[in-house]
């Protein structure tokens, strides 16, 4: 006889076997999501301490990148930007890129980062990847209004610069982007428990797919110079959030429904594909890490 029956308080939880292949479990996320929020604090305030310059790390980063990439591939190789300086068209493509990169890397490594604290207490695994999400979108946030301060000084400057209506949708192509990272992240993740060296194999890729993503030049580039091996970036996601990301902040490049969707339909389908093998690792990985 439960509590029920006998005319007292119901169950606050029931424990019954994992039976679907699939669930989101949203409403166990919604149950904790104070623990997901103090995550995503732990996250943002652990990174930089005890450190010099502290949370000053996430304004260096992609200002001295961009300084890099436009002596390397605008004053050396000749790369041009077309109207817009080449040190703002490198900082808003370093910018949306470490967003992405950011998820997909610290994703990747939840099951190992944190074998410990899964085999002690339960709570809903996807919340450790959700947090890594939602902390690195507030570092995005900061590392955007560097952007917005570079902006507004190219104008001032005489810089022909003007956004278009396509900026409206940032939003959506942001929370694309940090899908696709979740679901890749996941993905990994839940391989890594497996086979160990994923992790170094990941940085090390992650490195190179930055060049096939359109990050230091435009799209129209490659598809010019190298004709027959364009398909390549014409496969990759990252490439047209990268090209249509330039298009929203800086109406340059090229913009089209048609890759959007195609943004949005694989960002989508790899995060479903990413929390069917997360759910199931999740199941077993403490046997394997």
């Known amino acids: 006889m439960n509590n029920s029956e006998n005319g007292a308080t119901p169950w606050l939880f029931e424990i019954t076997p994992k039976n679907k292949f699939f669930s989101l479990n949203l409403n166990e996320v919604w149950q904790y999501r104070d623990l997901l929020l103090l995550f995503v604090k732990r996250d943002i305030v652990t990174v930089y301490k005890q450190t010099v310059l502290g949370p000053l790390w996430y304004f260096i980063q992609p200002l001295f990148t961009s300084v890099i990439f436009t002596i390397i591939f605008n004053t050396v190789?000749?790369?041009?930007?077309?109207?817009?300086?080449?040190?703002?068209?490198?900082?808003?493509?370093?910018?949306?890129?470490?967003?992405?990169?950011?998820?997909?890397?610290?994703?990747?490594?939840?099951?190992?980062?944190?074998?410990?604290?899964?085999?002690?207490?339960?709570?809903?695994?996807?919340?450790?990847?959700?947090?890594?999400?939602?902390?690195?979108?507030?570092?995005?946030?900061?590392?955007?209004?560097?952007?917005?301060?570079?902006?507004?000084?190219?104008?001032?400057?005489?810089?022909?610069?003007?956004?278009?209506?396509?900026?409206?949708?940032?939003?959506?192509l942001v929370f694309l982007m940090g899908l696709l990272g979740l679901g890749l992240g996941m993905i990994i993740s839940s391989m890594v428990t497996k086979y160990r060296d994923l992790t170094y194999l990941v940085t090390f890729g992650i490195q190179l797919l930055m060049y096939i993503s359109a990050v230091n030049y435009p799209l129209a580039l490659i598809q010019e110079k190298m004709p027959d091996y364009s398909w390549i970036i014409d496969y990759n996601p990252m490439a047209y959030v990268i090209e249509i990301s330039r298009y929203m902040l800086l109406n340059t490049g090229s913009f089209s429904v048609g890759s959007f969707l195609y943004v949005g339909v694989v960002a989508v389908a790899v995060f479903f594909i990413g929390l069917l093998i997360f759910n199931k690792t999740e199941k077993t990985f403490i046997d394997t890490v």
């Not at 099951?111 to 999400?133: Q, T, W």
């Open 77 to 172: 190789a000749g790369i041009v930007t077309g109207s817009v300086p080449p040190f703002l068209f490198n900082l808003a493509s370093i910018t949306v890129w470490n967003y992405f990169s950011s998820c997909l890397l610290a994703t990747s490594d939840t099951f190992k980062a944190n074998a410990g604290l899964f085999g002690k207490v339960y709570f809903p695994r996807i919340i450790m990847p959700l947090s890594i999400v939602l902390s690195n979108l507030i570092k995005f946030g900061l590392q955007l209004l560097i952007f917005v301060v570079f902006y507004i000084y190219f104008i001032v400057s005489g810089e022909s610069l003007s956004p278009n209506f396509t900026l409206l949708f940032f939003p959506v």
